[in-house]
């Protein structure tokens, strides 16, 4: 199995500002993907991050808010813009093997005040 | 309707019982099931793969039922390190792409 990082693993953000967080794979993936997990609740994928083109967002995600970079097959970024407290959450990204078997980072704790 | 459903508990469970959760899909197309744990404070991990004629590892279980598109996890000998968010996972058909549940959090007590 791939082995993810993230940086930074957790941050305090006053509102307005932006924050960029980044995933290292320690192998090449054809597909990121970025989840939200709110307190209490389950992953939302934000958004699948593709090599070579343009993120595919899901509905309720638009690119303004959440922008992906995606240089290579080991990196990729997301940061999350003009930031409101209730963008406070878990953001993770996954990387897939197989059809549908996923490993996450660790993921970046996000506090926006 | 959710496109996964499960009970989020908790399921509170005595040492050593045996716990089942069930989780259910709603589309019928799906192609791959998945079990993960997420500890608190942790990312989730795969725990297992659900195969059309069900699959065993150790103490756990799991099953799949196209005809009422539900899968199931079963945990015999409830271990104390058993307690965790069992998430429920389906791949609905787009490439990689899955569907997490909202989970089903178990403790075992003492």
């Known amino acids: 199995s791939a082995v993810i990082s993230q940086k930074p693993s957790r941050d305090i953000c006053q509102r307005g500002t932006s924050l960029t967080i980044q995933c290292q794979v320690d192998s090449q993936v054809t597909m990121m993907f970025w989840y939200r997990q709110q307190p209490g609740q389950s992953l939302t994928l934000i958004a699948t991050?593709?090599?070579?083109?343009?993120?595919?967002?899901e509905s309720g995600f638009v690119i303004d808010k959440f922008p992906i970079s995606r240089p290579n097959l080991t990196f990729s970024t997301l940061t999350v813009s003009n930031m409101s407290p209730e963008d406070s959450s878990i953001y993770l990204c996954?990387?897939?093997?197989?059809?549908?078997?996923?490993?996450f980072g660790p993921g970046t704790r996000l506090t926006v005040l | 309707r959710k496109e996964v459903e499960q009970d989020p508990g908790p399921f509170n469970v005595p040492e050593g019982a045996t716990v089942a959760f069930n989780c259910t899909y709603s589309n019928s197309a799906s192609q791959s099931f998945f079990w993960y744990r997420q500890d608190c404070r942790k990312e989730p991990k795969l725990l297992m793969s659900v195969y059309s004629s069900g699959n065993e590892d150790g103490r756990f279980t799991a099953q799949l039922n196209r005809a009422s598109q539900y899968i199931s996890l079963l945990i015999r000998d409830s271990k104390l390190s058993d307690s965790a968010t069992y998430l429920c996972v389906v791949n609905m058909g787009g490439y990689q792409k899955v569907t997490f549940g909202t989970g089903t959090k178990l403790q075992v007590i003492p």
């Open positions: 996954s990387v897939a093997q197989g059809v549908g078997e996923q490993f």
């Open positions: 991050a593709n090599q070579g083109s343009e993120a595919t967002y």
